[in-house]
Every structure is written in structure tokens, then in C-alpha cells.
């Protein structure tokens, strides 16, 4: 199967920095990545479809100045918070679309904690 | 209406025991229905996926899906300590672009 590689697994910043979180399909192309938001006892919100090549399209409520999305090649998105605040901190997944290995065509990161002090 | 509902528990049951973890949804362009399994700060896994009404097994895994009432089951059989995860319902829309729509997850510990 696919393998999504997804890092840093935890990072600690102060309030007001910056943090980018990078996610890479490692086997295959992925035309499509998608960043979740999962809060304690919550489930997985999607924050924002990455398209390569193009801009990302956010979900409702979700602020696309302070989330920056890049999809810059086929194998690699990046998500940056920017100027983070604690209530950024949530553990932050990406998933990768291999729409050829339907219906098993979304591949997980493991997965960013993200703690702001 | 929520269009995905699943009861979050915590569900506690002791080895050997059969684990049904259910969900319903209101959407019915869903296409898949998918289960997830998720450990401790990790990415989902993806357990078990059909696409059509009835029963699919895999091992100790049973996934049911009742689209005239819009409810899907994963059954776990003879259920093992390393079964203790957050278990996910997913849906896929339509579309080959379409993202997953998940449930809250049930968090299942398993006691020896």
C-alpha cells in the first residue's frame, strides 16, 4: 500500500511563531492531500483540500491567512500555522488521494501534536 | 440532522468478548463505508471498507451495512487487548476528488 510519511509527530512553539508540518507520499503521486484537525475525544475536521498545483480550498470556518496550504510537487503538501495561539493546539493529520487504489485510496500521516505555549 | 452519528463511548469489554460499534449517517449519496481504526496519536488505519448492503468479513472483523436504514455495524469477534483503539466510521461522497466524512470514533479498550 501507500505510504503518507508526516512531520515533525510533535512540536512544542511559543505563542505568535510560526509552524510548518510537512506531508509526503513517499510511493505514489498525489494529486489531491487533505490537512484534518482532530481535538481531544473529536473527531477528524477536515480543514482544507490541496490540489498540485493550485490553491487549496478551505472548509467553512476555516482561516486560509493563518492555515497556509502548499502543494507545490505531487508528493509533497505543507501546512504552516502561522502565528499560533494555544487554542492551535490539536493534532494535525494529512491524508494523500490515490483515487487508482479506490475505494482504499486515502492514505493517513501518522499525525502532528501541536502544542503552543 | 448530523450527517454522520456515532456514539464516542468509552467502550470497555474483557478479552474474548464481541465488540458491536455502530453508525448512522443521513447522506445518501454516500458511496463507501468505510472503518477506520485508530491508535493513540497515530493516523487512521483503514479497517475494513464495502460498498453495498450486507455482511463483508475479514478475520475477526465483520462489517455490516443496512442502507434502507442507513446504519452500518463493524462486529469484532473473540476481541484481544490489541484490539484497544478509536474506532472510526467513514463515508466517501461521490467523486473521484471526494474527501471522507467521519464519525466522532468510539474508543474501545479491551481488558485481559
Known amino acids: 500500500g501507500a505510504v503518507v510519511s508526516q512531520h515533525p509527530s510533535r512540536v512544542i512553539c511559543k505563542s505568535g511563531t510560526s509552524v510548518k508540518i510537512e506531508c509526503r507520499s513517499l510511493d505514489f503521486q498525489a494529486t489531491t492531500m487533505f490537512w484534518y484537525r482532530q481535538f481531544p475525544k473529536q473527531s477528524l475536521m477536515l480543514m482544507a483540500t490541496s490540489n498540485e498545483g493550485s490553491k487549496a480550498t478551505y472548509e467553512q470556518g476555516v482561516e486560509k491567512d493563518k492555515f497556509l496550504i502548499n502543494h507545490a510537487s505531487l508528493t509533497l503538501s505543507t501546512l504552516t500555522v502561522t502565528s499560533a495561539h494555544p487554542e492551535d493546539s490539536s493534532f494535525y493529520i494529512c491524508?494523500?488521494?490515490?483515487?487508482?487504489?479506490?475505494?482504499?485510496?486515502?492514505?493517513f500521516g501518522s499525525g502532528t501534536r501541536l502544542t503552543v505555549v | 440532522q448530523k450527517e454522520v452519528e456515532q456514539d464516542p463511548g468509552p467502550l470497555s469489554v474483557p478479552e474474548g468478548a464481541i465488540v458491536s460499534l455502530n453508525c448512522t449517517y443521513s447522506n445518501s449519496a454516500f458511496q463507501y463505508f468505510m472503518w477506520y481504526r485508530q491508535y493513540s496519536r497515530k493516523g487512521p488505519e483503514l479497517l475494513m471498507y464495502?460498498?453495498?448492503?450486507g455482511n463483508k468479513e475479514d478475520g475477526r472483523f465483520t462489517a455490516q451495512v443496512d442502507k434502507s436504514s442507513k446504519y452500518i455495524s463493524l462486529f469484532i469477534r473473540d476481541s484481544q487487548p490489541s484490539d484497544s483503539a478509536t474506532y472510526l466510521c467513514a463515508f466517501q461522497r461521490g467523486g473521484s476528488q471526494g474527501n471522507l466524512i467521519f464519525g466522532k470514533g468510539t474508543k474501545l479498550s479491551v481488558k485481559p
Open positions: 491524508s494523500a488521494r490515490f483515487p487508482h487504489m479506490d475505494p482504499q485510496g486515502y492514505t
Open positions: 464495502t460498498y453495498s448492503s
